[in-house]
């Protein structure tokens, strides 16, 4: 399975961005994928997750201002950012969790993107 995530970019606070992750080998059919963000000096942190039954999880961070969606058709996972924040600067990557789970943890997830950066200035 491969990830490609992109998307990212330099926004300012308040403003909007949308997040892409492309799976290709993608031969499960029951699993769960999500974003996950590192800012520097900071531990992984889960983002968004949502699995086949579509019930997402969210981090508290950002309830209310980002949405995962996805385009199964095209094996498209989507992050839209709403109202941004510096303290939502970070590495952005995408995951998959072959076991379907829900968890925000990024320790159950088998697969990952490279990562795509997101800076937002004040």
């Known amino acids: 399975v491969q990830l490609v995530e992109s998307g990212g970019g330099s926004v300012q606070t308040g403003g909007s961005l949308r997040l892409s992750c492309v799976a290709s080998g993608l031969t499960y059919i029951c699993y769960s994928w999500g974003w996950f963000r590192r800012a520097p000096g900071k531990e992984r942190e889960g983002v968004a997750v949502v699995d086949r039954a579509w019930s997402t999880s969210y981090a508290e961070s950002v309830k209310g201002r980002f949405t995962i969606s996805e385009d199964s058709a095209v094996s498209t996972l989507y992050l839209q950012m709403s109202n941004v924040k510096p303290e939502d600067t970070a590495m952005y990557y995408c995951?998959?969790?072959?076991?379907?789970?829900?968890?925000?943890?990024?320790?159950?997830?088998?697969?990952w993107g490279q990562g795509t950066q997101v800076t937002v200035s004040s």
């Open positions: 995951a998959i969790d072959r076991d379907e789970g829900s968890s925000l943890q990024w320790w159950f997830f088998d697969y």
